[in-house]
């Protein structure tokens, strides 16, 4: 099977010693003839994004061009692939008449489903997902103003926030969840929208290299780049400026502020690349 079209939000099946196991791959970086991916559904049971606890470890590995140890599956691991723009249109008429609706104002060049609709996994509250690549300046532009117009606004902020709370406190959550756009309520239909960089795999071909970590405090001077996946920022601390990446929905969209976290470091050619997905945290400073 080729893996080389399998980027960010992919839903995969594969083989790797559990039975019926759903996976998601991540990022757009994988090494040649595999794929970087965390599981998603082990049985009847979904696990947490991002928790290595319960991954064979002969599946992880270092990764240069991500710069940290990351599970890597072969081409042999993966039974069958659930291309998310297939999955949108076996599934499409089952979905809200309100999601398909924000589908069709936002207008993307390409749109797919992912998550638990994209599985038949999905439960009476869960959430929508999609993957959407286009014109994203002007997608978000679509959201701003379908907020404007009151269509869209926070909803199930209790239930949404039991898929967050390991890392963000209800007091963050519950002052975030009223500005958020990709991951909010449309006509109180829940969704949540990952607005893609690119829907072709980046070269594996850059050495990052890891700094360790920073615990402390941060300034978010530039967020112009918050609504995209990952979410990009610049930051501040101790007078010098960084990157912060990351691709949790969780912290997308964060204004310009202060914070406190614990982010892991690496350099790369851009310069400090800081993220607190794996094993780190960030949190508002009033």
Do not use: Q
């Not at 996994?121 to 300046?137: I, K, M, W």
């Amino acid at each position: 099977m080729n893996l080389d079209e399998l980027i960010e939000g992919w839903v995969i099946r594969v083989s790797v010693g559990f039975a019926d196991e759903v996976w998601v791959v991540r990022g757009y970086r994988h090494p040649t003839g595999s794929v970087i991916a965390t599981p998603y559904i082990r049985g009847s049971r979904k696990l947490k994004p991002y928790d290595f606890s319960n991954i064979p470890v002969w599946l992880s590995r270092y990764v240069e061009c991500i710069g940290r140890v990351a599970p890597v599956l072969s081409n042999h691991a993966v039974i069958s692939v659930f291309d998310p723009r297939v999955a949108l249109r076996i599934r499409r008429a089952e979905l809200w008449p309100e999601v398909r609706e924000l589908i069709e104002y936002m207008n993307p060049e390409w749109v797919g489903l992912t998550g638990s609709w994209a599985v038949f996994n999905e439960r009476d509250y869960s959430d929508v997902d999609l993957l959407v690549y286009g014109n994203h300046a002007e997608m978000y532009k679509t959201l701003r103003d379908l907020k404007t117009e009151g269509l869209i606004e926070a909803c199930r902020l209790e239930e949404r926030f039991y898929k967050v709370g390991d890392k963000l406190s209800w007091a963050d959550y519950s002052r975030l969840a009223y500005s958020k756009l990709l991951d909010s309520c449309f006509k109180s239909r829940p969704y949540t929208l990952r607005i893609l960089r690119s829907i072709a795999r980046e070269p594996c071909s850059d050495v990052l290299t890891p700094l360790g970590y920073y615990t402390g405090v941060f300034e978010i001077v530039d967020a112009s780049e918050s609504y995209l996946t990952p979410a990009r920022y610049i930051a501040e601390a101790n007078s010098r400026r960084f990157i912060v990446e990351t691709w949790h929905t969780r912290y997308s969209e964060l204004p310009l502020g202060t914070y406190k976290g614990k982010l892991r470091l690496v350099a790369s050619r851009e310069g400090v690349i800081a993220s607190p997905d794996i094993d780190g945290w960030v949190s508002m400073v009033d």
